[in-house]
């Protein structure tokens, strides 16, 4: 195998990254990063595809649920704030990660990658929930009874 070769945008990865990773990330995303791209990062874009969308995400061992929730979970750890987001809006989305899920892997983000990280990451999920119309006012409800 030639690692330096240019990655074959028809090779047996790109159908199923491709629609997996419109799946997952939606049209408008997709095609707005597509829209920037230039000759330049066209070969990231290739190997993205091919290797993060149709050979992670499809593979199909785990579940887009665990997937979801582990890379929230590394994003977080790493401080990736702005790929969180995009993440922890996926998991609303996509994964359908119950409300009171989500909120405790946000207390574990806490537990294991500290205080400030799980505040910033609960910032972003206040805002991602008021942006996509999400009523959190009934989550412990059940608690309650």
């Not at 049209?27 to 290739?46: H, R």
Request: proline share 3%.
């Amino acid at each position: 195998m030639d690692l330096l070769a240019p990655t074959a945008k028809d090779s047996e990865f790109w159908p199923e990254g491709e629609k997996t990773r419109r799946a997952i990330v939606g049209d408008k995303y997709v095609d707005g990063m597509l829209g920037q791209m230039d000759a330049f990062d066209e070969e990231w874009n290739k190997y993205c595809n091919n290797q993060l969308w149709g050979r992670t995400w499809q593979r199909g061992i785990l579940s887009h649920r665990q997937l979801s929730v582990l890379t929230m979970g590394m994003l977080a750890g790493l401080g990736r704030m702005e790929e969180f987001a995009m993440h922890f809006r996926i998991a609303l989305r996509h994964t359908k990660l119950p409300l009171v899920q989500l909120r405790e892997i946000l207390l574990h983000i806490g537990m294991y990658c500290g205080i400030p990280i799980a505040r910033d990451a609960f910032v972003v999920a206040r805002r991602i929930l008021k942006e996509e119309g999400v009523d959190v006012s009934q989550l412990d409800a059940a608690d309650r009874v």
